[in-house]
């Protein structure tokens, strides 16, 4: 039973283009969401993360936006470069268990 | 140097052997995961320890064993290593004082059990 469940799969986006990746969870107990970047033979980093208070956070061109009442969460790249192409994992944890549970995974190609 | 490594990076094994991968951190953080990547369906939960005494079984614990040595080290253990363990095996950890809930991870260990 998948907790996070993450759309697309994959994705392929034009440089300058809006790179959008989309998450579902269903434990309404969950109240940290990160996303993390993980390049090709290197170990997923934390990218951005937001808790439920805030509709939408911003870190130069990542964005996550919020829907709690749809228990849904997005990462947008705006501006998306080559150096963004990367796996994307969406997560979701509730606070102080900081036991992550992970979404599927997108891999991101960015063509110049 | 990497503040979380793991040993070995690449392992090929046959089926029914004993193996061990192993983790070690300097960042002086308490707790360690380890999580499993498989394509498809992302990085599931193995195990996991909030202190030296302390060891709990993640979603997909059957099959595998775990020690923590010291506050810096987390092994991981295939008692018998089977065709559907193959896969991308992470080590991370956290900091509870932090409470910012991040995970750092090491860079990896890829298994392959023919």
């Known amino acids: 039973q998948q907790q996070v469940k993450q759309s697309p799969q994959s994705l392929i986006v034009q440089k300058g283009g809006i790179s959008i990746i989309n998450c579902a969870y269903e434990?309404?107990?969950?109240?940290?969401f990160p996303w993390y970047q993980q390049f090709p033979g290197k170990g997923p980093a934390l990218l951005i993360a937001?808790?439920?208070?805030?509709s939408e956070k911003k870190e130069g061109r990542f964005t996550i936006s919020f829907n709690k009442s749809a228990k849904q969460f997005s990462l947008h790249i705006m501006d998306s470069q080559p150096g963004d192409s990367a796996t994307y994992f969406c997560?979701?944890?509730?606070?102080?268990?900081?036991?992550?549970?992970f979404g599927q995974g997108t891999r991101l190609t960015i063509n110049p | 140097d990497a503040d979380v490594t793991q040993t070995p990076r690449n392992r090929i094994t046959k089926t029914g052997k004993r193996i061990m991968l192993e983790c070690s951190q300097t960042k002086g953080h308490d707790r360690m995961y380890w999580y499993r990547q498989d394509p498809g369906l992302g990085l599931r939960l193995i195990y996991y320890s909030f202190d030296v005494k302390d060891i709990n079984k993640g979603e997909i614990s059957d099959g595998y064993s775990v020690s923590r040595q010291a506050q810096a080290k987390f092994s991981l253990s295939l008692e018998s290593a089977i065709p559907n363990q193959t896969a991308l095996y992470f080590c991370?950890?956290?900091?509870?004082?932090?409470?910012?809930?991040?995970?750092?991870f090491g860079e990896g260990s890829r298994l392959t059990v023919l």
């Open positions: 937001i808790r439920p208070d805030v």
């Open positions: 434990n309404t107990a969950f109240d940290y």
């Open positions: 991370a950890t956290s900091d509870f004082a932090a409470n910012t809930g991040e995970l750092f």
């Open positions: 997560a979701a944890s509730r606070r102080g268990a900081q036991k992550l549970v």
